[in-house]
């Protein structure tokens, strides 16, 4: 199983950035997809999930600005993030959970985010 986190960057306070999730070696169409992000100095964070059938889970600092996304046919989940804030600047990694169970069990090898003021 490989997830291929892509489409951080720099970007200036108030931009937005797409990230995307690439998923081989399982069947994405059954697997939870999430987001989850670690700032400098900081633990782990979850941002946001979309279930098998599509339902969205979002964190509070992801709410109302950040929109997950798949894609069945392309094996691909995706992050919207607009309105970013210096704050939000992080290591992004993209994870499958297969549906019915609560772990995250592959993960992928993050994409840095930096947000200048």
């Known amino acids: 199983v490989q997830l291929q986190a892509s489409g951080g960057g720099l970007v200036q306070a108030g931009g937005s950035l797409r990230l995307s999730c690439a998923a081989s070696?399982?069947?994405?169409?059954?697997?939870?997809m999430g987001w989850f992000r670690q700032a400098p100095g900081k633990e782990r964070e979850f941002v946001v999930s979309?279930?098998?059938?599509?339902?969205?889970n979002y964190a509070d600092s992801g709410k109302g600005r950040f929109t997950i996304s798949r894609d069945n046919a392309k094996n691909t989940a995706y992050l919207q993030m607009n309105s970013l804030k210096p704050e939000d600047t992080a290591v992004y990694y993209c994870?499958?959970?297969?549906?019915?169970?609560?772990?995250?069990?592959?993960w992928g090898q993050g994409t840095l985010v930096t947000v200048s003021s």
């Open positions: 070696g399982l069947t994405f169409s059954a697997y939870a």
């Open positions: 979309i279930s098998q059938s599509g339902v969205i």
């Open positions: 994870a499958a959970r297969r549906t019915g169970t609560s772990r995250y069990d592959h």
